[in-house]
């Protein structure tokens, strides 16, 4: 193969940009984008090639997935450039054994889940081989240190590249208009730290990730669809969160894998971390041909991991339409078989509050008197039943649900006016349990004023 630079400019057709290009052979070693014909000239000049006229026609595409970076008959260009690490990976002979300090990697983001393991190295392994989209996201999470930036910044975005792997914020993702010019060569998505709670549109955050993950082509908001202005999405994402359960699921979501919340904190000496991340005699470039090479079930990988984790990530969904339907029916056996099914668990703080809420709400009960909940207070009780943080579009969403609305009352513990409801309890004596069993529906709800 002719090994001397080729250095070349042409027009991207679809997108109406100019390129200088350099290849050795088929090989793209060099694309920057020019503003106009002008500067197109000055390369030419400056590398001693014939300006063209007219500048020639190429396809310009990012395709992670194929096997061509030039290809010289038919003018098309792929822009994306494998890393030495992912070629020699590619290349090498099959590891089957993963180093020991990766194994400790592994072990603290899993917490030691042999199944989810072996399940994240199977989807990292369909993105090191395919690299494109897989159709599921994975949720890291658990305490600061126990090694989700060691991952995703320093041995993935090394085997990946640097332009390939792409950082951001729930605030970028929640944004009216979410970066999606930056992923446009993105192979893995990290959004760190995945804190939902800090932004206030917690719905068009999903609403947009959820795109990210599904969509076979992303469109640059603002712009009418066509050729120039959409993307093939070769994305994958990966949430990593500092606190346990940040996400709240839905029974049917198709889309995240969830890892154990992790309290596995990473002690690494400086040499032992140097060691694993060199990418040359360190333990990288073992585990990268041990991905590269891994034997996977595609179908098995595009499928949810169902565990403990996600089914706590479920209960962060449903039990607070749970709650609202219980207040709705006045059913008090919900909170009493709540508090009996997860005392144990409960935060002493909430444990307490449910059970003097409890008591108070029966005392009303037996006086024929509506008991009173302001709007902290339905707040925090629902996310005493979900067992941990409610976004607040999902808490707005289940009250709408239920057409919980809070109105201005006297607060005469506080002396003021608060938002709040009124509501009339039922013990089980007066068929609260009958309720329990029955599907809540606007037939057998009564008011909440």
Not at 95 to 102: G, H, N, Y
Not at 310 to 320: F, G, K, M, T, V
Not at 381 to 403: C, H, Q, T
Request: glycine share 4%.
């Amino acid at each position: 193969m002719d090994r001397r630079t080729t250095y070349f400019v042409l027009r991207d057709r679809h997108r109406d940009r100019f390129y200088t290009a350099a290849a050795i052979g088929d090989e793209l070693q060099e694309l920057i984008p020019v503003e106009d014909e002008r500067r197109l000239a000055l390369y030419a000049a400056n590398h001693g090639i014939p300006m063209p006229d007219p500048i020639p026609d190429w396809v310009v595409r990012f395709e992670p997935d194929a096997d061509y970076s030039v290809d010289w008959a038919n003018q098309r260009l792929n822009t994306f450039q494998s890393t030495p690490l992912l070629r020699n990976a590619l290349r090498a002979e099959p590891q089957s054994e993963i180093p020991p300090l990766t194994q400790r990697l592994l072990t603290s983001l899993t917490r030691d889940d042999e199944q989810v393991q072996e399940h994240l190295l199977d989807w990292l392994a369909a993105l090191i081989q395919r690299r494109t989209r897989i159709g599921t996201a994975w949720l890291l999470h658990g305490l600061p240190g126990t090694g989700k930036r060691l991952l995703t910044d320093y041995m993935l975005r090394p085997l990946l590249g640097t332009q390939h792997v792409v950082r951001c914020t729930v605030s970028d993702l929640a944004a009216a208009n979410p970066p999606v010019a930056e992923f446009e060569h993105a192979l893995l998505v990290v959004v760190d730290p995945f804190e939902p709670h800090k932004t206030t549109r917690a719905d068009r955050l999903m609403q947009h990730m959820h795109a990210l993950i599904d969509d076979p082509v992303l469109t640059r908001c603002g712009s009418t669809p066509s050729v120039g202005n959409e993307q093939v999405n070769h994305a994958n994402v990966i949430l990593c969160g500092d606190y346990p359960e940040p996400l709240s699921l839905k029974p049917d979501d198709r889309r995240f894998h969830i890892a154990p919340a992790s309290d596995i904190i990473m002690q690494l000496t400086e040499e032992e971390l140097e060691f694993l991340i060199d990418p040359v005699v360190g333990e990288l470039p073992v585990f990268a041909a041990h991905l590269a090479h891994r034997r996977y079930d595609p179908q098995r990988v595009a499928r949810v991991i169902k565990n403990k984790s996600r089914q706590q990530a479920i209960n962060l969904s449903s039990e607070p339409d749970a709650c609202f339907a219980a207040l709705k029916a006045g059913n008090l056996q919900y909170f009493e078989d709540l508090l009996a099914r997860n005392r144990e668990l409960m935060d002493n703080r909430d444990r307490h509050r449910l059970e003097r809420l409890c008591k108070q709400w029966a005392a009303d009960s037996a006086a024929g008197r509506p008991s009173r909940i302001y709007i902290e207070g339905l707040q925090r009780l629902a996310e005493i039943a979900a067992g941990g943080f409610v976004p607040r579009s999902d808490f707005n969403i289940a009250a709408k649900r239920y057409a919980i609305s809070p109105k201005p009352m006297w607060n005469s513990e506080e002396r003021k006016t608060m938002r709040g409801v009124k509501v009339r309890f039922q013990t089980a004596k007066t068929g609260a349990a009958d309720i329990s069993s029955a599907p809540v529906t606007p037939a057998n709800l009564q008011e909440v004023s």
